[in-house]
């Protein structure tokens, strides 16, 4: 799945950072740039639980995510602000039977 969303948003494969225990013990969080981000769990069941901090930030609804995606800063689990090297969005186009599609 990894190798699936860096190939159709155009990052690499390989992670820029990884993380343990974060957001709890027992997660691992990836990060594959600033557009894909990953969260791996052992021993966390079916359901893990909600994050709706991590979630709200990710959308840009509260401060905190990342620039790329509608954020204005990255805040990371020390509590440190980088910033972005480019806050300019990506724009893709699909063309899709017939039809175009700009994101």
Do not use: M
Request: proline letters at 7%.
């Amino acid at each position: 799945e990894i190798l699936e969303w860096t190939n159709v948003l155009g990052v690499s494969s390989t992670p820029t950072t990884t993380t343990q225990n974060d957001p709890a013990s027992g997660y691992t969080h990836t990060s594959y740039g600033c557009v894909v981000q990953a969260y791996s769990g052992a021993g966390v069941g079916h359901t893990p639980p909600v994050r709706e901090s991590i979630d709200l930030q990710w959308f840009g609804i509260t401060a905190g995510g990342p620039s790329c995606v509608g954020g204005t800063t990255t805040t990371t689990k020390a509590g440190t602000t980088t910033t972005p090297v480019s806050t300019t969005p990506k724009t893709t186009t699909t063309t899709i039977t017939g039809g175009t599609v700009s994101a």
